[in-house]
């Protein structure tokens, strides 16, 4: 529990900011002790982290990569399913997008740890090893990395952890595979995106690292002119005296819309157990899809669904190119506006990709989405049979 703003010389502000990233470091479950910042997605939240990671590493070297820039070749150890963010954030962090060395993925989309030892041997000794990206909850199919076995490979090399866990975080309020969560423990920093899974209006991430004071190094804005006397903290004869926590030098924006106000109304308004059934519901509807695409002819299950998000495909004998054939499907469901699920390439095969986060998202779209799918995909196959609901369960 935060202490009243009052006592603690915050803002209303600020202390929904601070009480809002606490309840959602205690609703995700994180290290004890991480501290947030609220950015405007996961893609700024990956430079966030990043940036702290880079700061981090460079200091050890006795430089400041803030001030001076990076003066040696960089690696940043991600798995190969990592969010293409994670290169954007190299890319601005000044170490560049080669600087990412994607590392393989096992059948079911998850990094190798053995690959990733692999990879960490033959790296180029004068490189600085700056972090390792895995993924809870990839974007392509909801793999969770083995965050456990990633996370004693971080602490063996002393190298920096970093969770994306923008989509999939919040997938730890379901019991069903809140244990694939576990080396959480062992993370450096992570990020969400509240507007994804929790449900938040579009525009509010967070990135939460052990110490904020390594964001203040690595991003503040140094002192202004036009800034100065703003935030003193002994003298409060101006409005803006006494702002208390310094936001704006830990992350990249200075003025910033109360993110703060929006978490804390809805974890507030729904509570854990509410989201916790939600979050519970989306995945049991991509389990019912994998079922349905397990049992038919017509369709195939690509992946075992980890989380909310199901990949799978139509399938018919006669058809050569079942790529194209599931392109087209998917044209015409994205036209005819009923399911909207995105696409993704699985080990070579075009899927259907069904993501059930939205809050209205409930249990009969399932069924709906694969109806659907079926009565496309039998229409442009020159199939004649038609699709009763559920069919084939
Ligand atoms: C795993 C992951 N990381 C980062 C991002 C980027 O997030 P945003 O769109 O909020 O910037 C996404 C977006 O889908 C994502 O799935």
Avoid at 222 to 234: I, P
């Amino acid at each position: 529990m935060v202490a009243s703003p009052q006592r603690l010389g915050l803002t209303a502000f600020h202390y929904l900011e601070e009480m809002s990233l606490r309840w959602l470091a205690d609703l995700l479950q994180l290290p004890a002790g991480m501290q947030g910042i609220y950015t405007s997605g996961g893609s700024v939240a990956n430079i966030v982290a990043l940036g702290a990671a880079r700061q981090s590493a460079f200091e050890r070297l006795g430089e400041d990569p803030a001030r001076q820039g990076v003066s040696l070749p960089c690696r940043i150890f991600a798995s190969a399913a990592a969010h293409h963010t994670v290169y954007r954030a190299a890319a601005v962090l000044g170490m560049g997008r080669d600087s990412v060395v994607p590392i393989a993925l096992d059948g079911a989309g998850r990094m190798c740890p053995e690959d990733l030892r692999r990879r960490l041997a033959d790296c180029d000794p004068s490189a600085v090893k700056v972090a390792i990206v895995a993924n809870a909850g990839s974007t392509d199919t909801g793999a969770i990395d083995p965050l456990q076995a990633i996370g004693c490979i971080a602490r063996e090399h002393n190298l920096w952890l970093h969770v994306d866990g923008a989509y999939g975080l919040p997938g730890i309020l379901d019991p069903t595979c809140a244990t694939l969560y576990t080396g959480l423990r062992l993370a450096d920093s992570t990020c969400v995106d509240p507007h994804k899974w929790l449900g938040a209006p579009v525009g509010v991430g967070a990135a939460f690292v052990r110490d904020r004071a390594l964001l203040q190094r690595a991003f503040t804005q140094e002192a202004a002119d036009y800034l100065e006397g703003t935030c003193s903290q002994t003298t409060a004869m101006h409005s803006l005296d006494s702002l208390g926590l310094p936001y704006a030098d830990w992350g990249l924006e200075l003025s910033a819309p109360s993110r703060g106000v929006v978490v804390w109304a809805l974890i507030r308004e729904i509570g854990k157990r509410g989201l916790a059934q939600r979050v519970c519901r989306h995945n049991a509807m991509a389990r019912r899809v994998a079922d349905r695409a397990r049992q038919g002819p017509r369709l195939e299950l690509v992946l075992e669904p980890t989380l909310s998000i199901c990949c799978f495909r139509y399938r018919d004998s006669r058809w050569k190119d079942l790529n194209q054939l599931n392109r087209q499907i998917h044209r015409q469901l994205i036209h005819s506006g009923v399911n909207m699920p995105s696409t993704t390439t699985v080990n070579g095969k075009l899927v259907l990709r069904p993501c059930f986060i939205g809050a209205r998202a409930l249990w009969e779209q399932a069924d709906s989405l694969v109806d659907e799918v079926l009565w496309i995909g039998d229409r442009i196959a020159g199939k004649s049979t038609t699709v009763t609901r559920g069919e084939l369960i």
